[in-house]
């Protein structure tokens, strides 16, 4: 990795692996691009930024070009709660961007990056301790879209050559940006409104179990798999990762070793449920932990700390403005 290309550069996760990237790489060796450009964002002040619709693929070969990029990070996709609301929406954008951008990624000879999901997952998958090799026959747009790119990244790398790298997310946790139209969003809500209200009203019941991440784990993982040794790795597209596995009333404790009365309720949401229920419990990251050294540094109760913290001083700005 010298020069990237990130594509979704101002969503979940581009907000602040960009920032990360060219803090390792040097500004100008990363180039953001996202569909909209907000000029006040420090990824679009603090090196080069470009506008790309990712169903574009002709605009993304010349950007590709012009910057001479040797890696491509995909990160543009809709999230599984908007993709099942719109799931044509979600076909098109995620599976249109995924194909151009390896195409690129072929033309160029780049490495390329693009995240797979807990949501590869469906009802029929083993439920606890999910393998990395196991049936994945997901029942949402998401997952399917998931799946499909899991094998097209596979695909790839075994007829063409590509260097193509993937991980399964989790539910990813960041005071940065929010996410938006997922399924685990309420891990990210459940912080802001305990600071703001000391109460949250979940859309998922009790006992929902799924597997979580901080966002800073989740940068270090990609950064560690993409400088990998490509004769280490037996898998490719794509890594199980996890940090945590929680629900709501797990999230509420660790909340309220903080803010004692905190207090949990729920109106369960059951589009969001549905899916939620169709997803592991917990997956097991032995595979990447073996392949590449897979660590995370934060546990729930040491993200939840961070969280509160981080959280309270960006609150804080956003009223005194
Ligand atoms: N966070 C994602 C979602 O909820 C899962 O990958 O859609």
């Not at 990056?113 to 747009?141: E, L, V, W």
Request: charged share 25%; hydrophobic share 40%.
């Amino acid at each position: 990795m010298k020069k990237i290309l990130v594509t979704g550069a101002l969503g979940q996760i581009g907000s602040e692996l960009v920032i990360k990237l060219r803090d390792l790489y040097g500004a100008d060796q990363i180039v953001a691009t996202d569909i909209k450009k907000h000029d006040d964002s420090v990824i679009v002040q603090a090196g080069p930024f470009e506008l790309l619709d990712v169903t574009d693929g002709k605009t993304m070969f010349e950007l590709a070009k012009k910057y001479q990029v040797d890696t491509i990070i995909h990160l543009a996709a809709l999230l599984s709660a908007t993709a099942e609301a719109k799931p044509l929406v979600a076909w098109n954008l995620n599976m249109g961007g995924l194909v151009n951008a390896l195409e690129v990624a072929r033309e160029l000879g780049s490495q390329f990056f693009t995240p797979s999901s807990i949501g590869a997952f469906g009802p029929s998958t083993p439920k606890d301790n999910t393998p990395q090799d196991t049936i994945q026959r997901p029942t949402t747009m998401y997952g399917v879209n998931k799946v499909s790119g899991e094998l097209l990244c596979d695909y790839y790398f075994h007829k063409f050559g590509v260097d193509t790298r993937g991980l399964r997310f989790p539910g990813l946790i960041s005071y940065v940006a929010a996410p938006g139209g997922g399924t685990t969003d309420y891990a990210v809500e459940i912080y802001y409104e305990a600071i703001k209200k000391g109460r949250y009203t979940s859309y998922l019941g009790k006992d929902t179990f799924m597997d979580m991440m901080y966002m800073p784990d989740a940068l270090n993982a990609i950064v560690a798999l993409m400088e990998a040794d490509a004769s280490k790795l037996k898998h490719r597209n794509a890594f199980n990762v996890t940090a945590m596995s929680v629900d709501p009333e797990a999230m509420a404790a660790a909340i309220r070793m903080h803010i004692p009365n905190f207090r949990l309720e729920y109106s369960v949401d059951p589009v969001r449920q549905a899916i939620a229920d169709s997803w592991p419990n917990s997956i097991d990251a032995t595979a990447a932990r073996e392949e590449w050294g897979f660590k995370t540094d934060y546990d729930l109760a040491r993200m939840t700390e961070d969280m509160l913290v981080k959280l309270r001083e960006k609150l804080a700005q956003t009223v005194s403005l």
